[in-house]
């Protein structure tokens, strides 16, 4: 049983269940009210995880991206690059991202996450956090182009980093409702159903040092 150590957040329900494959995976359901988020502590094992760490670290074309927020531009405190079908393109903060042509690791990967999660994705956003500086401001994935109940599968590779959540609309005493989520390296998160709708999420800045992590985030996008 697992037991994530923040606010509310402490009875986990979880499962075994076999894939095609017969491999035994474990999940264990996050629950958060109005939200379906399930979490695979071992969906790589660790030597996988850091062969794809080191290979998209060395290998993908990651960016610095500015945006732009009440009139003034922002470096994003964060490298990414943005992979997919031609089709596509996502824009978000008033960032426009046109994808990168798959490669051979990033396919693998989908592929993985499509058989586990049961959806199709064609396209996948990838966070480099460089050292705890790095950080994700708190946001929901609601972008139109992602439709009304996204399924969105997360990847985890390097550093511990943890997720937190916060409940979109009640806001009434906003530090408990925080519900905070360590994301190992090889794990995968599944957020989908209402989540979007109904809680943001985010990765904090750390003053402690720490290596780098990279986040995937696969994603449909309709055209
Ligand atoms: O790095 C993470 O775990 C979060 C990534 C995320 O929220 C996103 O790409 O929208």
Redesign the pocket.
Request: glycine share 6%.
């Given at each position: 049983m697992y037991d994530f150590t923040s606010g509310f957040l402490t009875l986990m329900q979880q499962e075994l269940f076999t894939h095609g494959n017969n491999q035994l995976e474990t999940c264990i359901r996050v629950p958060l009210p109005g939200a379906d988020v399930s979490y695979y502590p071992d969906f790589l094992s660790a030597d996988q995880a850091q062969h794809y760490f080191n290979r998209l670290q060395d290998t993908l074309l990651w960016r610095q991206e500015q945006i732009q927020l009440y009139g003034k531009q922002f470096k994003v405190p964060r490298l990414q690059a943005w992979y997919g079908n031609k089709e596509a393109s996502y824009r978000y903060s008033n960032l426009s991202l046109y994808p990168n042509t798959w490669t051979t690791e990033l396919l693998s990967l989908k592929q993985r996450c499509e058989q586990i999660s049961a959806t199709v994705f064609n396209s996948v956003?990838a966070?480099l956090?460089r050292d705890g500086q790095d950080s994700?401001g708190k946001?929901a994935?609601d972008e139109s182009e992602l439709g009304r109940q996204p399924v969105?599968a997360?990847l985890?590779l390097g550093a511990m980093?943890t997720?937190v959540f916060s409940h979109k609309h009640n806001l009434s005493e906003p530090k408990k409702q925080n519900v905070k989520l360590p994301?190992a390296t090889g794990s995968l998160?599944i957020m989908k159903g209402s989540t979007q709708q109904n809680w943001l999420?985010?990765?904090a800045k750390r003053k402690t040092p720490m290596a780098g992590?990279i986040?995937l985030?696969f994603r449909f996008i309709y055209p």
């Open positions: 956003l966070n956090y994700m946001h994935d969105i997360s985890s980093r997720l994301l998160l999420h985010g990765i992590r986040n985030t």
